[in-house]
């Protein structure tokens, strides 16, 4: 049975396993990208060195990579990176990794991996088209239709933080981030004495300035789903990133949210769901990139680690 690298880098933590043909990993591990101390140079020497001890312990087939960032996917080229990993902007990674190993490599954005991941082995399994948004420090989304990531002209497709709402940007608007700093805000506090889990909670319990930001989110994420809905008409939405973990407080204010921005007719036709791969979410997706690279079809089990 052949195995892949699958390695998935993240502004905070590099997630890395090996997973086999039928969608299974073997193993996976993590350790921080230290991104501000070693910037694009730093990423490459650590992804380098979890390839090296890989290939001392398997037979590899292939090397799959979904990082942060602008990629240009045919070329594997980090085509443009925020501040967040510093000299990031312009590194080869498929061609690094290529001549180092001398062994297939494909890198696609992390958020259209989790987006493939969702479509093959989660939430979106069976659906003909899915949009995925990841919700977190800001909000990214990756659109599949027929097994296929929806990449635009130029690369940039689907870039929904920046969708243009009343009061500005999509994500600068109902990111979880911003979440924490409007109610740190208004309740005059400073900066790390809350984060999102004390905010949830506290709404729970009927702090009100936490319910009213809470739904002022929800409302914000149903206008820009609902706008993405009428462009992109899809099957189904799933909702993933770090926030979702509060699901069952979130999903009747978003329903309801959408309900209000989108037309019935269209609505009673569009699945709403939420992210099942979770961490391995972008691992599981650079595989299955991988796979329709190389024309090695997809297998469409369900990923888990043994």
């Not at 991104?35 to 398997?58: M, N, P, T, W």
């Not at 949210?257 to 099942?276: D, N, R």
């Amino acid at each position: 049975m052949k195995r892949y690298i699958c390695i998935d880098i993240g502004g905070t933590t590099i997630k890395y396993g090996v997973i086999q043909e039928n969608g299974i990993f073997e193993m996976t591990k993590e350790m921080p990208t230290q991104a501000k101390e070693g910037g694009g140079a730093g990423i490459i020497d650590k992804i380098k060195r979890i390839v090296s001890a890989f290939l001392e312990q398997y037979e590899v087939s292939g090397i799959c990579v979904s990082t942060a960032g602008m990629v240009d996917w045919k070329k594997g080229v980090i085509t443009y990176a925020s501040s967040l990993i510093p000299n990031y902007t312009g590194t080869k990674i498929k061609e690094i990794m290529e001549n180092a190993f001398h062994l297939p490599c494909e890198v696609e954005n992390d958020v259209n991996c989790a987006g493939l991941a969702e479509y093959y082995a989660g939430a979106g399994k069976g659906c003909e088209s899915s949009l995925c948004l990841t919700i977190g420090t800001g909000i990214g989304g990756a659109f599949v239709s027929d097994g296929k990531i929806f990449h635009g002209f130029s690369g940039s497709g689907c870039e929904v933080g920046y969708l243009h709402l009343p009061g500005g940007a999509f994500q600068d608007l109902a990111a979880s981030s911003v979440l924490v700093k409007n109610v740190i805000q208004k309740k005059g506090l400073k900066e790390g004495d809350l984060n999102g889990k004390m905010i949830f909670d506290k709404a729970k319990e009927g702090d009100r300035d936490c319910i009213e930001a809470i739904d002022t989110m929800c409302d914000i994420l149903g206008m820009g789903i609902a706008n993405l809905c009428y462009v992109l008409n899809p099957e189904i939405v799933v909702l993933g990133g770090g926030i979702m973990v509060q699901r069952e407080y979130l999903e009747p204010k978003i329903r309801q949210s959408l309900k209000k921005y989108l037309l019935s007719s269209i609505a009673e036709h569009t699945k709403l769901a939420f992210a099942q791969n979770k961490n391995q979410a972008g691992m599981l997706g650079a595989y299955y990139h991988f796979k329709e690279q190389h024309a090695e079809g997809v297998d469409l089990l369900p990923a888990h680690k043994s």
